[in-house]
């Protein structure tokens, strides 16, 4: 490999792939101090993408640790979940996330260390062996069960879903990745990050998406490959409309120039997807995955590529679709979508119940449903109701209401998604309000905001005398839905 090929470029500079192995070299050596090997201790990291975030990343794998990256945008209660559930024996932060990161340390007894020091530490060379089975990552993720699940994967299933994707997509050297997505889900992590520096390409990381940005890159001419969420692609549209004449010229010649658009993470609606292709040249490449399975199903690089449909199954993995009892279904009728394979994750951490109950006779179940037209998948959506895609990212229902129910005027609640062209499904709240209490959404928002993420934050609010339930008591999820989509009812006095 040419080291003196660019790797990662940022707004703060450019870095060559000298530049990234001596500083992940430095960053071994302060996590392993007097030791030799870390032998899967979990090293937590909450640092803004860019060539800070890659370097310690690949500093943690390479001293023989499980990196575990946080989300920026998570306040202290779910940061200190996943740091106690992880174990983390160690947490590296920005030096600006001292103050928030520090306390939850101290009282878990977590050794803090912030990038600059990491990064600074004197480089070295005798690092560990460590081996495709060990495990590497651990990436959190929202779970019927209500609260994050640890996805654990090792080296050898992060080699096979990069493999995978570099030969879908033909990845090569001279490609140039935009990358705007957060680096806390597996979005950003595998298919921004990991998969163009496997091939030595360049990957160009910006701290967050902003549009005008974005369609100035594309403006240059100089991207080869992009990767978003809907509701990227719904943000770049509105900002291409308000922009005047000559400057939407521009930005739709540079981005026909590309080789590749990927959406991913959520439905693509088929309006936007056809006003994507107007305006840039692209019909974007839609495929599907979990944070559990890598990519799985992919529309082809090469050959028609039909709305609405995820497209077939990855090289290297298998797809099946089955009724409720394993059964596979025929082509034409809907089914869960279960797949196995090499790029199928090791286990949810320290839940081994919950990860049996993942797989049937050796298939991951997924949870989404689809149907099967001429070899394409087409997906019909989540088969449990308590999943929420928004923005690209998947959240879970009941670990929202766990939280609302802490709200003094809050009785009981019942989250739903409802459909939204921009987000995929906005997060909606029905409430039962104890006896006198009143909650408006800009309230309950401002309340939320400092317990969850986010992208959890409910974007709807519904207050009724009571929540509809079936006979033995329990919420019908359906028909708290269909509350957001007939006109407001009045509010409980």
């Known amino acids: 490999m040419n080291q003196d090929r660019v790797a990662v470029v940022t707004p703060d500079g450019t870095h060559t792939y000298a530049d990234l192995d001596r500083a992940s070299r430095a960053v071994a050596g302060a996590l392993l101090g007097s030791v030799s090997d870390l032998s899967e201790a979990r090293v937590a990291f909450f640092i803004p993408p860019g060539f800070e975030y890659t370097a310690v990343q690949r500093g943690i794998w390479r001293a023989g640790g499980i990196a575990v ?65 060990r495990r590497a990552m651990i990436v959190y993720t929202s779970g019927t069960t209500g609260r994050p699940k640890g996805v654990v994967t090792t080296h050898a299933i992060l080699g096979a879903e990069i493999g995978a994707m570099v030969e879908a997509w033909e990845w090569r050297p001279n490609d140039r990745m935009l990358l705007s997505l957060p680096l806390h889900h597996a979005h950003g992590i595998m298919n921004g990050l990991l998969a163009p520096l496997a091939v030595h390409a360049t990957c160009e990381i910006l701290p967050a998406f902003d549009a005008a940005t974005v369609w100035e890159r594309f403006g240059s001419g100089e991207i080869t490959v992009f990767t978003a969420v809907p509701t990227i692609y719904h943000r770049l549209i509105a900002a291409w409309d308000q922009a005047p004449p000559a400057t939407q010229q521009a930005w739709s010649a540079g981005a026909r120039l590309a080789r590749l658009m990927m959406c991913g993470s959520a439905a693509l609606p088929v309006q936007t997807l056809a006003r994507w292709r107007e305006i840039s040249g692209h019909t974007l490449l839609e495929r599907y995955g979990m944070t559990e399975t890598g990519m ?32 596979a279904v025929p082509d034409g009728a809907p089914g869960e979508i279960e797949t196995r394979g090499p790029l199928v994750f090791l286990e949810y951490w320290k839940r081994p119940e919950e990860t049996k109950a993942g797989f049937r006779d050796g298939w991951f179940r997924t949870g989404d449903t689809a149907v099967r037209e001429n070899g ?71 309340w939320a905001k400092d317990r969850l993420a986010p992208y959890k934050v409910p974007r709807l609010l519904r207050t009724l005398d009571a929540l509809p339930r079936n006979a033995v008591g329990k919420v019908v999820k359906p028909d708290v839905a269909a509350l957001f989509t007939g006109p407001p009812r009045p509010a409980a006095p």
């Open 376 to 446: 394409a998948f087409r997906l019909l959506g989540r088969s449990s109701v308590d999943i929420i895609k928004t923005g690209g990212f998947k959240v879970s229902a009941l670990e929202i209401e766990e939280v609302l129910r802490m709200h003094p005027a809050i009785g009981e609640c019942a989250v739903v998604g409802v459909a939204d062209q921009e987000w995929g499904e906005k997060v909606a709240a029905a409430v039962e309000l104890r006896p006198d209490a009143t909650l408006a959404l800009p309230e309950l928002q401002q």
């Open 69 to 133: 990256p946080l989300a920026l945008s998570h306040p202290a209660p779910e940061l200190e979940y996943v740091l106690r559930d992880a174990g983390a024996t160690v947490v590296i932060g920005a030096p600006e996330s001292r103050a928030l990161l520090m306390p939850i340390a101290q009282t878990l007894g977590t050794r803090f260390m912030t990038s600059v020091e990491v990064l600074a530490h004197p480089t070295r060379d005798d690092l560990p062996h460590v081996g495709a089975p």
């Open 296 to 327: 799985i199903l992919s529309n082809p690089l090469h050959g028609e590529r039909r709305p609405g449909f995820v497209g077939t199954p990855m090289p290297g993995v298998d797809v099946r679709l089955v009724d409720e009892w394993g059964a």
